[in-house]
């Protein structure tokens, strides 16, 4: 058996022919004009992806120690809000003792006074008093002197009205 030849098996070896000439051409034009600039933009591409990532890890580092930064000085910030709200208080109590001190030493020299007062109104009205009384024995002695009775009750009677009469201021 001899192989017959099919006229329509040739062209198609012509054109695998001639489509592998032209793929080997495209081949060596791309290698020599494209290809290394195309390797060149994917390795600057892979090249800048890398650096971005070391960036943003970078920035993430700094983020997070900034983090740490902020919360130290928030911890710092209340303690030194404590430290003034403390001393703000002490200073408010300060304040109300010494009002309240000054309130009571006012009172006690308020009351002194009044008491001063009390006493030397006190001591005059007793000597206002016994000045009265003494001028009510002299009047009285007086008049007994003056009228000299005999009998001891008459004397004693006028004394009584004598008494009466009087009238203490």
């Known amino acids: ?21 032209a793929f080997l051409l495209l081949l ?10 195309i390797l060149k933009a994917i390795n600057e591409r892979e090249q800048g992806i890398e650096d971005a990532l070391s960036r943003a890890d970078k920035l993430k580092s700094e983020m997070a120690s900034m983090a740490s930064e902020n919360e130290a000085l928030m911890q710092k910030a209340r303690e030194e809000r404590g430290v003034m709200i403390k001393e703000a208080k002490e200073a408010s109590d300060k304040m109300i003792a010494d009002a309240k001190e000054k309130a009571k030493a ?7 006074d009044a008491q001063s ?29 003056r009228r000299e009775l005999s009998n001891k009750g008459e ?15």
Do not use: C, H
Not at 106 to 112: P, W
Not at 117 to 140: F, P, R, S
Not at 155 to 169: C, D, F, P, R, S
């Open 155 to 169: 004397q004693e009677n006028y004394i009584k009205q004598l008494a009466e009469g009087v009238k203490l201021n």
């Open 1 to 21: 058996m001899l192989l017959a030849i099919n006229p329509l098996v040739l062209p198609e070896i012509g054109l695998v022919f001639w489509s592998t000439i």
């Open 106 to 112: 006012e009172y006690d020299r308020i009351v002194a």
């Open 117 to 145: 007062a009390i006493t030397q109104q006190k001591n005059a009205a007793l000597t206002d008093v016994k000045n009265q009384v003494g001028a009510l024995v002299i009047e009285v002695s007086e008049k007994i002197l």
């Open 28 to 37: 060596f034009v791309l290698g020599k004009f494209a290809w290394k600039p």
